[in-house]
């Protein structure tokens, strides 16, 4: 059965989560205070990049089961589920995560509701905020606790948005026992759970648990290799060799053991550290303390970077040229926040390199993020002249490098590969001074 339903954020999680409802054959609004975004999504426009969506958001605007706005009056008279998909981002000078956004919507919404409805919350939020969020729209709407909760955190991956949302792993429903809450969502979410997707109740507390249990142990498994990486840094070893080996061991997996330049973006950094947050209010920290050093961990790679730089040209930076190929925390998106490429490049610029990034994605973002560095448009611009060339960010087009295309284009033939990403072997073998996180190879 076709659901009215509104999504209140339309960034990386909202819009693509509103598209892959209508197209699962839902009615749906986005919504947005930011109206220069409201408009380009209403045009088929996405506002950033996202493989695959921006044909299921063409789709479904043309077959009329989507529309975007940023009337909240309108919202709540369409809408019989209205989902919360904006930013928790961690508040400044702070681990804490700040839920002013969330706030927004609930304050606003909540006088606007007149008849019975659900609001499922997605975006990430500290353990204890469902319990305050439904305690609260009950007080400010019309029908009190006839408008219910419900906590449903997502776990989109961006790069594969579209597939994570139209098939996820399993849907969270965290929801108050006795409600039609359950009922509802298992609608939602009909043609997923038909399919044989896991719909997992629960209660508030558990829910929101599980998104950021998850995010910390994704976490705390990249700094585990990371911090094997370190040891490999000290007695000589190969790190993508010790991962290949655990790997094989089903209790431990290969996945997720990719030993580099650690995680960054709009996720997993302020997650740890809104839970250690939360935690610490809860009093109960000594439960995260570990979180600490898996985030010291992942920080420290980005300082190691610059160090292999440094020692690879000689112990200084100042008048060389460097070449940053990455701009976005991972590949497949143009998201660059708390991105360790950018991170690096910044450092790098600080110790008086001359620095030039190339993104094929991120450009633009980059551009207003770090105003300061130097941008190319392409692989050989950006290295022309270069002294050392970096990847940072394991896009394919990157993987696949012909050290033979930057012949005569760079000044020295040195690499350093953030991600052990490239063919070291290839590198090594045209004349080039290979470096990289965790092994040793350019001898
Ligand atoms: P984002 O910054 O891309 O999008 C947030 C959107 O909310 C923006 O478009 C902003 O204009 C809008 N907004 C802010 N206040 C609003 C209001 N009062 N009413 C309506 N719209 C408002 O953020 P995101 O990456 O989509 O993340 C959103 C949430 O989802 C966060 O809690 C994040 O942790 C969580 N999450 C994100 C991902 C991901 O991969 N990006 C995955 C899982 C969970």
Same mark, same amino acid.
């Given at each position: 059965?076709?659901?009215?339903?509104?999504?209140? &954020?339309?960034?990386?999680?909202?819009?693509?989560?509103?598209?892959?409802?209508?197209?699962?054959?839902?009615?749906?609004?986005?919504?947005?205070?930011?109206?220069?975004? @409201?408009?380009?999504?209403?045009?088929?426009?996405?506002?950033?990049?996202?493989?695959?969506?921006?044909?299921?958001?063409?789709?479904?605007?043309?077959?009329?089961?989507?529309?975007?706005?940023?009337?909240?009056? *309108?919202?709540? *008279?369409?809408?019989?589920?209205?989902?919360?998909?904006? #930013?928790?981002?961690?508040?400044? &000078?702070?681990?804490?995560?700040?839920?002013?956004?969330?706030?927004?919507?609930?304050?606003?919404?909540?006088?606007?509701?007149?008849?019975?409805?659900?609001?499922? #919350?997605?975006?990430?939020?500290?353990?204890?905020?469902?319990?305050?969020?439904?305690?609260?729209?009950?007080?400010?709407?019309?029908?009190?606790?006839?408008?219910?909760?419900?906590?449903?955190?997502? %776990?989109?991956?961006?790069?594969?948005?579209?597939?994570?949302?139209?098939?996820?792993?399993?849907?969270?429903?965290?929801?108050?026992? #006795? &409600?039609?809450?359950?009922?509802?969502? +298992?609608?939602?979410?009909?043609?997923?759970?038909?399919?044989?997707?896991?719909?997992?109740?629960?209660?508030?507390?558990?829910?929101?648990?599980?998104?950021?249990?998850?995010?910390? %142990?994704?976490?705390?498994?990249?700094?585990?290799?990371?911090?094997?990486?370190?040891?490999?840094?000290?007695?000589?070893?190969?790190?993508?060799?010790? @991962?290949?080996?655990?790997?094989?061991?089903?209790?431990?997996?290969?996945?997720?053991?990719?030993?580099?330049?650690?995680?960054?973006?709009?996720?997993?950094?302020?997650?740890?550290?809104?839970?250690?947050?939360?935690?610490?209010?809860?009093?109960?920290?000594?439960?995260?303390?570990?979180?600490?050093?898996?985030?010291?961990?992942?920080? +420290?790679? +980005?300082?190691? $970077?610059?160090?292999?730089?440094?020692?690879?040209? #000689? &112990?200084?930076?100042?008048?060389?040229?460097?070449?940053?190929?990455?701009?976005?925390?991972?590949?497949?998106?143009?998201?660059?926040?708390?991105?360790?490429?950018?991170?690096?490049?910044? $450092?790098?610029?600080?110790?008086?390199?001359?620095?030039?990034?190339?993104?094929?994605?991120?450009?633009?973002?980059?551009?207003? $993020? %770090?105003?300061?560095?130097?941008?190319?448009?392409?692989?050989?611009?950006?290295?022309?002249?270069?002294?050392?060339?970096?990847?940072?960010?394991?896009?394919?087009?990157? +993987?696949?490098?012909?050290?033979?295309?930057?012949?005569?284009?760079?000044?020295?033939?040195?690499?350093?590969?953030?991600?052990?990403?490239?063919?070291?072997?290839?590198?090594?073998?045209?004349?080039?001074?290979?470096?990289?996180?965790?092994?040793?190879?350019?001898?």
């Amino acid at each position: 059965m076709a659901i009215r339903m509104t999504v209140f &954020g339309t960034g990386y999680l909202g819009a693509t989560h509103a598209a892959c409802m209508a197209e699962r054959g839902h009615e749906v609004l986005g919504v947005d205070v930011d109206a220069e975004k @409201a408009e380009r999504l209403k045009a088929g426009d996405v506002p950033f990049y996202e493989p695959g969506l921006p044909e299921v958001l063409k789709r479904n605007i043309e077959a009329g089961r989507l529309r975007f706005t940023t009337s909240y009056e *309108e919202a709540a *008279e369409f809408g019989d589920v209205h989902f919360i998909g904006v #930013g928790t981002p961690q508040r400044r &000078g702070e681990y804490a995560a700040d839920l002013k956004y969330v706030h927004s919507v609930i304050d606003t919404l909540g006088p606007l509701l007149k008849r019975p409805a659900l609001i499922a #919350g997605k975006s990430t939020v500290p353990v204890g905020t469902a319990t305050e969020l439904a305690e609260r729209v009950a007080r400010l709407s019309p029908v009190g606790d006839q408008v219910e909760l419900a906590w449903n955190p997502e %776990f989109l991956r961006e790069g594969f948005a579209v597939k994570d949302t139209l098939e996820p792993d399993r849907i969270v429903a965290g929801v108050q026992p #006795g &409600g039609k809450a359950e009922a509802i969502l +298992r609608e939602v979410y009909a043609k997923a759970v038909d399919a044989g997707t896991p719909f997992l109740v629960m209660d508030y507390a558990t829910a929101e648990l599980v998104k950021v249990s998850a995010n910390a %142990f994704l976490a705390t498994k990249i700094s585990f290799i990371n911090a094997m990486a370190e040891m490999c840094e000290a007695v000589g070893g190969d790190v993508t060799l010790l @991962a290949d080996a655990i790997g094989h061991d089903t209790r431990i997996g290969r996945r997720f053991l990719n030993a580099g330049l650690g995680f960054g973006g709009g996720c997993l950094p302020k997650d740890i550290r809104a839970f250690m947050a939360r935690a610490g209010e809860l009093g109960a920290d000594q439960a995260l303390t570990f979180l600490r050093e898996v985030d010291n961990i992942n920080m +420290r790679r +980005r300082g190691r $970077m610059v160090e292999i730089a440094t020692e690879a040209l #000689g &112990g200084t930076l100042i008048g060389k040229n460097v070449a940053v190929l990455g701009a976005a925390f991972k590949p497949d998106s143009d998201d660059v926040r708390d991105s360790p490429a950018l991170n690096v490049a910044g $450092m790098l610029q600080l110790k008086g390199a001359a620095v030039s990034v190339y993104d094929p994605k991120a450009m633009e973002n980059s551009r207003k $993020m %770090f105003p300061t560095l130097g941008y190319s448009e392409s692989v050989v611009d950006a290295c022309e002249k270069a002294d050392i060339v970096l990847v940072l960010t394991e896009w394919q087009e990157f +993987r696949e490098l012909d050290p033979a295309e930057l012949e005569g284009v760079v000044r020295g033939r040195v690499v350093a590969d953030g991600r052990n990403c490239l063919d070291a072997r290839k590198w090594i073998d045209a004349g080039w001074n290979y470096r990289a996180l965790g092994r040793n190879l350019s001898t």
